[in-house]
C-alpha cells in the first residue's frame, strides 16, 4: 500500500513561511502528478498547489506569487514553500498524488495555523 506523509506544518505569524514536505513509501510506484490541498474549519476541501510530472504547477487564485510546488513528482516527493502566510491561510493541509489508472492517494494531512 502506498502511503503518503506530511511534515512541516506549525504554527506561525503573519507574513511568515513554512515549507510543507511529501513523501511517498511503501509500494513501488510512479505517479503522474502531486498536489497539496486544504481544508480549512467550516470549509471544502480545496486546492492549493498541483503539478503534472512534466507540466507547468498550476495554483489557487488566493496562493498565487505566495506558494511554490516543487519536487519529484515520479518518485513521490514533493513540497510546498509558503510565503507571505495570512491568517485564512490557516487549514490542513494534505497531499495528494495520482498514480496508475487514475487512482487517488492522500496522505493524513499537517496542521498549518497563522495567527495574526
Known amino acids: 500500500q502506498v502511503q503518503l506523509v506530511e511534515s512541516g506544518g506549525g504554527l506561525v505569524q503573519a507574513g511568515g513561511s513554512l515549507r510543507l514536505s511529501c513523501a511517498a513509501s511503501?509500494?513501488?510506484?510512479?505517479?503522474?502528478?502531486m498536489g497539496w490541498y486544504r481544508q480549512a474549519p467550516g470549509k471544502q476541501r480545496e486546492l492549493v498547489a498541483h503539478?503534472?510530472?512534466?507540466?507547468?504547477?498550476n495554483y489557487a487564485d488566493s496562493v498565487k506569487g505566495r506558494f511554490t510546488i516543487s519536487g519529484d513528482i515520479a518518485k513521490g516527493t514533493v513540497y510546498l514553500q509558503m510565503n507571505d502566510l495570512k491568517p485564512e491561510d490557516t487549514a490542513i493541509y494534505y497531499c495528494?498524488?495520482?498514480?496508475?489508472?487514475?487512482?487517488?492517494?492522500w496522505g493524513q494531512g499537517t496542521q498549518v495555523t497563522v495567527s495574526s
Open positions: 503539478r503534472r510530472n512534466g507540466d507547468r504547477a
Open positions: 495528494n498524488a495520482e498514480g496508475r489508472f487514475g487512482y487517488e492517494y
Open positions: 511503501g509500494s513501488i510506484f510512479r505517479f503522474n502528478a
